[in-house]
């Protein structure tokens, strides 16, 4: 069982506002990322991370934002939600290059904006 | 752009068949490829990987099979069982931007009794 965590489970929340999304991980990885996934499936790179102090966007344009500010903690921002954001939100860790490891994933926060 | 395609999008096997889910790519700087699967309310989990310079990755009841000049490899579920129900996605790793998984679109597959 991976100890990667990602609060909350579930989140409904009204236009405009703002909302932080949670991930922590205890593995001590450096690399984090954000996936959007769709309710078709599809995953989506949003937001990743080599490590403390470094953020980039992924391949998918997302209005959110994220921070690593800490080594375990990787969380995503959005300033004002609107029903477009409305998806599941996965975060996942790894111990090194994705060409020799895999990626851990937490349970996903489902988000609907109403 | 999809850069891995999967196909089907959905599957329906009987218990103790052969599950077979096909994925293609053209960025030829790919040089991995796992497959992850993933159970409802569940994130993905690596369930089986391959590098490009083999032809063949077997792992109990999986399989993975790769053609590098198709650019093409396939995940085979022997003897399937319903616990294998869950979605399955292909995934490739270029050595360009080696922390990046791309994705495949998904395959949701039910075994059924």
């Known amino acids: 069982e991976a100890d990667i965590y990602q609060t909350p489970r579930y989140l409904v929340i009204g236009t405009g506002k703002k909302i932080t999304l949670e991930c922590s991980q205890t593995m001590g990885h450096d690399k984090m990322y954000w996936y959007q996934q769709d309710p078709g499936m599809e995953l989506h790179l949003i937001h990743y991370s080599y490590g403390v102090n470094s953020t980039e966007k992924g391949d998918l344009s997302s209005e959110s934002t994220v921070s690593r500010i800490r080594t375990e903690h990787f969380p995503l921002t959005l300033e004002s939600a609107r029903p477009s954001h409305t998806s599941q939100y996965l975060c996942a860790s790894s111990d090194r290059n994705l060409l020799n490891t895999e990626a851990f994933f937490g349970q996903g926060t489902r988000l609907t904006v109403v | 752009q999809q850069q891995v395609k999967q196909s089907p999008q959905s599957l329906i096997v009987q218990k103790g068949g052969i599950s077979i889910i096909n994925c293609a790519y053209e960025?030829?700087?790919?040089?991995?490829f796992p497959w992850y699967q993933q159970f409802p309310g569940k994130g993905p989990a690596l369930l089986i990987a391959?590098?490009?310079?083999?032809s063949e990755k077997k792992e109990g009841r999986f399989t993975i099979s790769f053609n590098k000049s198709a650019k093409q490899f396939s995940l085979h579920i022997m003897d399937s069982q319903p616990g294998d129900s869950a979605t399955y996605f292909c995934a490739a790793v270029s050595t360009g931007t080696a922390s990046k998984l791309t994705f495949g679109t998904g395959t949701r597959l039910q075994v059924t009794l």
């Open positions: 391959i590098r490009p310079d083999v």
């Open positions: 960025n030829t700087a790919f040089d991995y």
